[in-house]
């Protein structure tokens, strides 16, 4: 059916406590073929069972959830680039504390490169002023919605003065991550990301990168990482499914030295594009030019 006439009751634990969990998941076309797979689909699942397990919502049979996606790419003769969101919800009526009945939806649509991969165009970051809420507050591994109002308030506030998004911080005053992205900075050629343990999402984007960086020579490395730092960064990026990888330009007008020459980017978006496409002889160079 049409996403649009899919419906959940106003009473449910979904619309009245946000309880929410997803994932977005990647469809790419396979190079010089008509047929779409999922990247990394099994860390996905895998992510979406943490996510359930830290929210407390019964597993609706996640395992079945790759013969859903194919059915969803079959049924809907999907050929190029698309975007999957998969949810499990709370779709019973309930007050506070109710048992949870879970409600899966899967949904498709057509997705290419963001304009930042598309055009090379550089983000204008704001380091924000709003916290990612940490630890003790919220479980930063539940990828459930809830966790997207704090950060939304966010990414609109940087966009009022002028920004094109925004990283936020957790309490010690430390870079977390963007609303929806995981962060990279460079350094002498040497990649750094927040730890998980500074209150970001595990990002499946963030852990390619990480795995493929040795492979490109980069060194690559996950620990608390400062705003000064990213003053001084050569470059930098954000990285995600939906985003893929967008380069930034600045971090509170402070610009990037390499900017705009962003080269351990371009090295990953190229390998990133191999890796998606199935294409190991790199005919597929799209994205940063
Ligand atoms: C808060 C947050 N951080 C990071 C990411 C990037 O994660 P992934 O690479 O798994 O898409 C996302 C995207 O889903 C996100 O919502």
């Not at 925004?166 to 963007?178: I, Q």
Request: glycine share 10%; net charge neutral; with cysteine.
């Amino acid at each position: 059916m049409a996403s649009s006439d899919a419906t959940v009751q106003v009473s449910s634990q979904a619309m009245r406590y946000a309880l929410s969990v997803f994932e977005g998941i990647r469809l790419y076309r396979q190079h010089e073929t008509t047929e779409v797979r999922p990247f990394l689909l099994d860390a996905h699942l895998r992510r979406l069972r943490d996510s359930l397990v830290l929210m407390r919502i019964p597993d609706p049979g996640v395992a079945t959830l790759t013969d859903l996606v194919g059915e969803l790419v079959t049924r809907n003769r999907i050929t190029d680039d698309a975007y999957v969101r998969i949810a499990v919800s709370a779709g019973n009526p309930g007050l506070i504390g109710t048992d949870v009945e879970p409600l899966v939806t899967v949904s498709a649509v057509p997705m290419a490169r963001k304009r930042w991969l598309a055009q090379g165009a550089g983000m204008r970051l704001q380091v924000s002023g709003w916290q990612r809420g940490g630890e003790e507050s919220f479980p930063s591994a539940a990828k459930n919605i809830s966790g997207y109002a704090g950060p939304r308030l966010a990414l609109l506030a940087a966009r009022d003065v002028g920004y094109d998004g925004c990283v936020l911080t957790n309490r010690a005053g430390r870079l977390c991550e963007a609303p929806t992205a995981a962060l990279f900075l460079v350094r002498d050629g040497v990649l750094v990301t927040p730890s998980l343990t500074e209150g970001v999402l595990p990002s499946i984007t963030r852990r390619w990168v990480l795995g493929t960086a040795p492979a490109l020579g980069v060194r690559a490395e996950e620990r608390p990482v400062s705003r000064s730092e990213a003053y001084l960064a050569d470059e930098a990026f954000l990285c995600g499914t939906g985003i893929e990888f967008a380069p930034v330009q600045s971090f509170d007008g402070h610009v990037c030295r390499a900017w705009p020459e962003p080269g351990v980017l371009q090295g990953l978006v190229k390998r990133y594009f191999e890796d998606v496409r199935g294409a190991a002889d790199g005919h597929d160079r799209e994205g940063v030019t």
